[in-house]
């Protein structure tokens, strides 16, 4: 018989044993990946979760603001009993000008107005900003006509106050 060369078995087994073992290696590495990309889509999904949470409480918490009840006086139905004293009220200025009253009234008589009908308020707004303008503050430029103009304005928006449509 034809003698045949053999090739250690050494020689084959090596390089399937190297081949093997580098797919391996990119195989765990490939794994590892995909559990670190899951993993960090599920801290991101838990970040949105926590975030929208956190929306809804404290739209809750605005909605139960506004739906709350005024505050209730520190009075009590009893009133002021024998022996206790009463709060003092807030002080108000004595020392206000004629200008101040005059546009603290044109104001909220323009407010109540806006509040009641804006398209009836629409037509006195140019006057208000110029009567802003000239309020400065409280010192107004010439103080008697300043005056009479916001008496004057405040005496036609309380006439039309008085009509059923502005109320």
Do not use: W
């Not at 044993?17 to 590892?32: H, K, P, T, W």
């Not at 929208?52 to 605005?62: D, G, R, T, Y």
């Not at 009840?69 to 139905?77: C, G, L, Q, R, T």
Request: proline share 7%; hydrophobic share 35%.
């Amino acid at each position: 018989m034809a003698s045949q060369k053999r090739f250690p078995l050494v020689f084959v087994l090596l390089p399937l044993v190297a081949v093997l073992g580098i797919a391996g290696v990119i195989g765990l590495n490939l794994y590892r990946e995909y559990q670190r990309s899951e993993q960090e889509d599920l801290d991101a999904r838990r970040q949105l979760e926590l975030a929208q949470q956190e929306k809804i409480k404290i739209a809750k918490a605005q909605v139960e603001a506004q739906q709350a009840p005024p505050p209730v006086e520190d009075e009590d139905e009893l009133g002021a009993l024998p022996g206790q004293k009463k709060k003092p009220k807030p002080a108000t200025p004595t020392n206000v000008s004629p200008a101040t009253k005059a546009y603290q009234g044109f104001k909220a008589a323009y407010d109540k107005l806006e509040n009641a009908n804006e398209n009836a308020a629409r037509k006195f707004r140019a006057r208000k900003l110029q009567l802003d303008d000239q309020y400065n503050g409280g010192k107004p430029a010439n103080e008697q006509k300043f005056v009479a103009d916001c008496e004057a304005i405040r005496s036609q928006i309380v006439e039309l106050l008085k009509h059923p449509e502005n109320q």
